[in-house]
């Protein structure tokens, strides 16, 4: 009794171990760690020697890409008798495809296999095939090819249900066994190279089949974007802004939706984040300031924070209030609390798989009923400002069509 208590007892905590370790990683994860290290794909090829076998061709094959390489399908995409590949990443360009150009005097056989629904499974899963070539015929310890049809045959993949031999300088073909995944063996005969069959259970016989790929891909080059710190987000589905307290200039303490009682609507704010020795912050206040009379014609307040309090710098409080009298600020300012500045990460971190710090500037419009509406990590343009002030309530579908970067079409 006292082990199974014990057992019993000690459950809870490696739940909470479990929990933590799945918390920890996913915060790596957030951060843009990798989980494999940026992991690249990699191309092997069989050298047909006893060592060391294989040899990485990952380089002159064109996979040695700077991705971080998961998944990778194999597929005849252009019908040429070749295998092609599409491969997936963690991370962007999250899929690309290879064509595969390799001239080769080589022959091939494809195969698609339709099992009866009764024996066998109709996709065929695990049946196993043996291709005997006619030069094999007469010597018994010569090697034919041999494949078995798998599902999920890779990681977060799957292949082409065609089956595809390389049949080398091979004359012909001989015959095909196919054991079924009910264990039945049955022969197929009177293929040739470089075509393509469908193998139904109980035939006896193979169908030719004729296939043109209707779809042309056209290369191109990927180039990875550079990564940085601004952008534009509208928010479709808005979460609520905590009404924190932050310090003015003149030394009071408010809240930064003061113009309007907590259970009624006020007017949208755009609360900012800036330092004074950032010259964008600079730059993006002047001009908030030469545009009053459009910003409050919109309806917008502007709540401008320096975070230059946040270390107890009283110096760089002092260049914060100097800088906004300088300007003749017309909106409210003030200083940022730790409070103020934690939440607005945190409220990134909500709208945002990836957690990074926030830069300066960095400014969040709020709705009326102090809801999070769009967040611009670095300057804002002032007529997107304007335009999503003037669009806060629109219809779920427009709101929807503007939190997108690029148009598209939607799927219900």
Request: with cysteine.
């Amino acid at each position: 009794m006292s082990r199974g208590r014990g057992a019993i007892s000690g459950e809870p905590n490696a739940r909470r171990e479990r929990v933590a370790l799945v918390e920890f990683v996913d915060g790596l994860v957030r951060q843009g760690k990798s989980f494999s290290g940026h992991e690249r794909h990699c191309f092997f090829l069989n050298t047909g020697s006893q060592t060391p076998g294989f040899a990485d061709a990952s380089a002159v094959t064109g996979f040695d890409y700077s991705d971080d390489g998961r998944a990778v399908a194999r597929v005849d995409w252009d019908h040429d008798g070749d295998l092609d590949f599409w491969i997936a990443n963690r991370s962007g360009p999250q899929l690309r495809f290879l064509r595969n150009d390799w001239e080769s005097d080589g022959g091939f056989l494809s195969l698609y296999l339709i099992g009866n629904g009764t024996t066998s499974n109709r996709d065929a899963i695990g049946a196993r095939v043996e291709v005997v070539l006619e030069e094999n015929e007469a010597d018994p310890d010569a090697r034919n090819l041999i494949k078995a049809l798998r599902a999920g045959d890779g990681f977060m993949s799957q292949s082409s249900k065609w089956m595809h031999f390389g049949l080398g300088s091979s004359p012909g073909i001989n015959r095909v066994v196919v054991r079924w995944p009910g264990g039945e063996p049955e022969t197929f005969a009177g293929m040739v190279p470089n075509e393509r069959y469908r193998l139904v259970q109980d035939s006896g016989r193979p169908e030719q089949v004729r296939m043109e790929r209707l779809v042309r891909l056209k290369p191109s080059r990927q180039e990875t974007p550079p990564r940085g710190d601004t952008g534009r987000t509208f928010a479709a589905f808005r979460v609520p802004v905590p009404n924190l307290a932050y310090q003015t200039f003149g030394g009071t303490t408010t809240n930064w939706f003061a113009q309007a009682p907590l259970d009624e609507p006020g007017n949208p704010v755009l609360l900012q984040l800036w330092a004074s020795w950032c010259p964008p912050c600079v730059a993006e206040l002047k001009r908030f300031a030469t545009q009053e009379e459009r910003l409050r014609a919109a309806g917008l307040n502007i709540v401008a924070l320096s975070i230059e309090a946040l270390d107890g710098n009283a110096g760089g409080a002092e260049a914060a209030s100097r800088f906004i009298r300088s300007i003749a600020f017309p909106f409210s300012a003030g200083l940022a609390t730790a409070a103020v500045a934690d939440a607005m990460q945190e409220l990134h971190d909500v709208l945002f798989d990836m957690h990074r710090p926030l830069p300066l500037p960095t400014s969040m419009l709020v709705d009326a009923n102090g809801q999070l509406a769009a967040l611009y990590k670095g300057p804002v343009e002032l007529q997107v400002l304007l335009d999503d002030v003037a669009n806060l309530e629109s219809s779920p579908n427009e709101l929807r069509r503007r939190s997108v970067p690029f148009p598209g079409r939607w799927i219900p």
